[in-house]
């Protein structure tokens, strides 16, 4: 029994680029709104293949990130089945434990759990991600002086532990949930890309 995940990450928030989350500071402004989804290119949770899912999350921190008290609402890509939904969501909430359950520690309240269409894209270093008609954000990352991606590695807080993190920019990042009271329209702010492979035996 366990899972092994394997896929991509999109993220963004309203913080500027870099999010201090992933040091360990402060958001700007005192609070990050955020967005972001893990695409699984391959999935395997308790023998249940959740292979080419999408599973999104908007989320309110009020502070910094490492004393949790994130209030979340979990976004199921509306082509899972039950069985799907009832594994990923035990997952990510910290149920299966292993690496995804670190972060799953830091929400203090899952709000609700909705299931909704989730346009996850990545081509050449570009980003595209829709969840339902909440989120929506275009993600280009930032070029080092190689003509290679800028990353961030070994930071003290990640969504994607164990793998570097592509840094960069939101060209346009829309979020609009009133039940977290996030209002937002915004360009240039911080963006994340990267892989991820979770594997826990239990």
Known sequence: MGYRL???LL??????VLCPC???EDPDGGTCN???AWHFDEGVIN??????LTLGLVGHVPGNILKGNIR????VDDRATTEQQTALIEVYTGGQGGPVSDFAQLIGEIVGVERAPILFQIEKGKGLLKIGTIAQAAIEPF????GEPTTLHDSVFSTIPGSPAYV????HFSLQNSTLGIHLDLQGHNAIQGQFCFEHVS
């Open 34 to 36: 955020t967005a972001l």
């Open 143 to 146: 070029m080092g002086a190689t």
């Open 72 to 75: 979340a609402i979990l976004f």
């Open 6 to 8: 394997k896929g991509s």
């Open 47 to 52: 023998s249940i293949d959740v292979t080419g």
């Open 22 to 24: 992933w040091v360990g």
């Open 168 to 171: 960069g920019k939101s060209k």
């Open 11 to 16: 993220e963004v928030c309203d913080c500027q």
